[in-house]
């Protein structure tokens, strides 16, 4: 389990899983970009809730998702 956001890139499975809702490639490769350049993320020690950075990208792709 890679801990700094700058050594993780997004699994298959959390990828297919954020695909199957309705979640396009472009917005998953915005969502990386903007979380790597994101300066108060370092570690996912930084984030409350979450143990591992798969879960919480997940999560934040399915809430930062447009209405559509």
């Not at 915005?30 to 798969?54: F, P, Q, R, T």
Request: hydrophobic share 40%; aromatic share 10%; proline share 3%.
């Amino acid at each position: 389990m890679k801990k700094l956001i700058s050594e993780w890139q997004p699994s298959d499975s959390a990828l297919d899983l954020i695909r199957l809702n309705g979640v396009t490639d472009e917005q998953i490769d915005k969502s990386v970009e903007y979380l790597k350049g994101h300066a108060d993320l370092n570690s996912i020690d930084d984030v409350d809730g979450y143990d591992n950075w798969d879960a919480f990208f997940i999560m934040f792709c399915i809430k930062a998702k447009p209405n559509q």
